[in-house]
């Protein structure tokens, strides 16, 4: 297993970047890695760092794709960029994993046309952890990558959430949850009302109904299925949880739970490998929990296994 | 002007109404109030707690809308009750105003049969404040009326949410957000990125641009608007962050100002005269701050100024 990094992605590259590669190198000395980045600002760093090369591999990318690039175009005209070089050798087999702080647009064009979708998939999603109030962590999704969604699309992100939260989050059997405005069956806007039917006959998953608003932060449900517009305004009021406790200079170990570094980056799930886009404003703890993802995600195989669920269903 | 209130809806009706009723008289004594309500129940109550009946009217309403029931069923089956009498007393303009901590659902239907919507809107809408990080209050429309919604539909709601921030919030020349995913025009699902010119064409509303989840508690718009559905979760979320603070045993005065009691109820907008929906667990605080809304309301002529707006944009 190699694990492949965009060294240059993120206001606090690469610094912070080889600060994250050095704390995981400590924690796990053999594990193969792949620096894409320039060269000749990755080196002297690595070498300050007294960072060894033994188990890391270095690859020569000059250009670099700004944060608000648009990611196709700069994905074209910028083939040597430490984007593009990495989902290169993520497409050839020569990494495993990939993940960047970066454009994260340009990561999921990347991912689009370097790696397969799981087959049976309709569209990969992302996700996010809510930390539950009592302890423990749900996962919501689809947090942004899909804004306008069909009731399809979210039974089976109800499939491949629970996958992750059995697999990644040792929930066994985790509940799901479908994001509404009420409890009954009846409620909601058209996409939720359509989606209750398919949730609720879905063998591959242990539906419990609907979760409101109000639920989201208590943890009723393991798994929680919305659209990715309604996700993406949860998760971002979410993770301001943790700035605003500061903000009112609340020391408390619930509200710095929010804090995303604890996270690392959300991966892509549904396709054949995994991809984790960070934070763009990630720091040395998130650049470290990525890395340990990507590690953890290919050692429970939890790609292969979404991949038999999906299959199960169909 | 007469406030119309049910003493009957919601679970701790209606001892709590009682003590609502009570304690807005103490503030304002002479505003004329008309009570709905089974008067063998009422009367010994508003005896017990020594409220004076000179500018009251209690109305016998001996019939009571549960909670649960389905709303046209319930209004048409039971004519007696106090949700019922009080819109056909608010339709024949006994009363000027119309509130209920009862069946939300009722309260709706009941609206829309009994009194007009204001000329030019395509719907009613209903609202709620989010208290500001650094002071002040915000407004965000719709909260659940209208679960899918057009454009044209945020269109107004930006209108309607504008008057009231500057006639009831006292914010002069509110500023007005969308909720969307990004800061980027062109970002969202397919209503936010319709919606998104026509704010900015908008020549009512003072329109700052998309405002994402992370600044939905921060206040960096006066006015926020969104679809229902996304509006509820939000609402249901924000609502949820003072039982969090309370169940984390905090004491913070940000938090405490997400205690829903504070603002009594939300009042449907849109319509020729208020009509406050109130939250089910209402207690006294909730009662009383629910008529002074109303007073408010009916004092500042809100729906009228709404009516104004509304037609100098069409």
């Known amino acids: 297993m190699v694990i492949g990094i965009d060294m240059m992605g993120g206001d606090y590259a690469p610094v912070q970047a080889v600060k994250g590669v050095k704390a995981f190198q400590e924690r796990f000395p053999s594990t193969p890695l792949c620096l894409f980045g320039d060269e000749s600002i990755l080196l002297p760093l690595l070498h300050q760092e007294k960072i060894s090369?033994?188990?890391?591999?270095?690859?020569?990318?000059?250009e670099q794709i700004g944060m608000h690039e648009h990611p196709t175009k700069a994905l074209k005209e910028k083939p040597n960029s430490s984007i593009a070089i990495g989902f290169g050798w993520l497409s050839k087999?020569?990494?495993?994993?990939?993940?960047s702080a970066g454009n994260t647009g340009a990561m999921l064009v990347g991912t689009h046309f370097s790696i397969k979708a799981l087959e049976g998939v309709i569209r990969p999603t992302i996700s996010t952890i809510i930390p539950?109030?009592?302890?423990?962590?749900?996962?919501?999704?689809?947090?942004?990558?899909?804004?306008?969604?069909?009731?399809?699309?979210?039974?089976?992100?109800?499939?491949?959430?629970?996958?992750?939260?059995?697999?990644?989050?040792g929930i066994e059997n985790p509940s799901v949850g479908l994001?509404?405005?009420?409890?009954?069956?009846?409620?909601?806007?058209?996409l939720a009302q359509a989606t209750h039917p398919l949730l609720k006959e879905n063998k591959q998953i242990r539906f419990i109904g609907n979760v409101e608003g109000r639920d989201v932060l208590t943890g009723k449900a393991d798994v929680?299925?919305?659209?990715?517009?309604?996700?993406?305004i949860i998760l971002k009021m979410a993770?301001?949880?943790?700035?605003?406790?500061?903000?009112?200079?609340?020391?408390?170990?619930?509200?710095?739970?929010?804090?995303?570094?604890?996270?690392?980056?959300?991966p892509v799930l549904g396709v054949s490998k995994p991809v984790i886009?960070?934070?763009?404003?990630?720091g040395e703890k998130a650049f470290l929990n990525m890395l340990c993802l990507a590690q953890d995600m290919t050692n429970k195989q939890v790609m292969e296994q979404m991949s038999l669920a999906l299959a199960a269903q169909s």
């Open 239 to 266: 993770e301001s949880l943790y700035d605003i406790a500061r903000h009112q200079q609340l020391s408390n170990p619930y509200f710095d739970r929010f804090n995303f570094e604890n996270y690392g980056g959300t």
């Open 132 to 169: 539950k109030l009592d302890g423990g962590a749900a996962l919501l999704l689809d947090v942004g990558l899909n804004a306008d969604c069909k009731p399809e699309l979210l039974n089976q992100f109800a499939i491949m959430g629970s996958v992750y939260a059995r697999v990644m989050l």
């Open 224 to 232: 929680m299925v919305c659209d990715g517009f309604t996700g993406n």
């Open 179 to 190: 994001i509404n405005v009420g409890e009954e069956e009846t409620k909601g806007n058209a």
């Open 53 to 62: 090369l033994e188990h890391i591999t270095v690859v020569h990318a000059p």
């Open 93 to 99: 087999g020569k990494i495993d994993s990939f993940m």
């Open 277 to 282: 886009i960070g934070h763009g404003i990630s």
